[in-house]
């Protein structure tokens, strides 16, 4: 089973560093590995099994023919549990394989490699707040699915607050061979009383959509009064935009006043 497992690593990591653009030779990559070059002959041999026009020319690996999206999610879902401390299932991998990120199965492996093993990577994105393009260099922390995305949390060099970076937003990854070391950071996020008062009719929905731990739930004949604690969020406004007329925000107003310019934000760009 230990070999089984390995393989299935390695062979998804050779495959993931090539449609990066890493100019991969056979020889290195076996040294590398600490396995015999018949071994990543048989690795070569088992991705073209899977229907994967992957070979070698001169030493150096080629794929000489685009991969269908059904194959790469495949092996990302097979991988991924591997290498992270979580469930992962197909349908998140699919999930990603439909947005604009292109290069969404090299990018998942090749970040999942660098968290576990806790190596440097640099990365191009496009960031949120202006659309613009810049590069960092990150001590990647966790890698998870959250609803129809993937987020990467790591500490830029020279800061020490851990961010999210969208996968979808990533230009370019490349990795390097360099480990740090995280200083445990204490978490110092401002939270909130949250109050919420819902329509009793979306009672069953509350409990199925509840995304936080820390909750309390209190049921009255005319409605629902959720309270929880919180730091105010993207997340968590949109949660409560989700709701329609279904929700009413008792307080904090804050939270209100987030929600507002969130909207009025909405408009002028829309």
Known sequence: MKDFIADIKRQTELLAR??????????????????????IERDLKYLRSQGIMIYSRK????????????????????????????DV?????????????????????????SVEEGKYIRIKYTRLSDNKEDEYLLKPVRLFAEEHNWILNAVKEGEDKVKRFFISRIKSIKLIDKKFRLIPIEKK???????????????????????????EIEKTDEYIILKTNQPITNKLASWCISWYDMIEIVG???LIEYIDEMIETFKKRN
Not at 18 to 39: H, Q, R, Y
Not at 61 to 79: G, P, Q, R
Not at 204 to 214: L, M, R
């Open 59 to 86: 030493g150096k690996i080629v794929i000489e023919e685009e991969i269908n999206k059904s194959t790469l999610n495949k092996l990302t879902a097979d991988y991924l549990p591997l290498k992270l401390n979580s």
């Open 252 to 254: 904090p107003t804050d």
């Open 89 to 113: 299932f197909l349908k998140q991998v699919r999930a990603i394989s439909k947005t604009r990120q292109k290069n969404y199965f090299q990018f998942l492996v090749l970040i999942a490699k």
């Open 189 to 215: 996020e401002k939270k909130y009383e949250i109050i919420l008062k819902f329509n009793k009719e979306v009672v069953e929905e509350i409990y199925d959509k509840v995304w936080f731990d820390d909750f």
């Open 18 to 39: 090539v449609m990066n653009g890493e100019s991969v030779d056979k020889i290195d990559f076996a040294e590398e590995n600490k396995v015999a070059l018949i071994t």
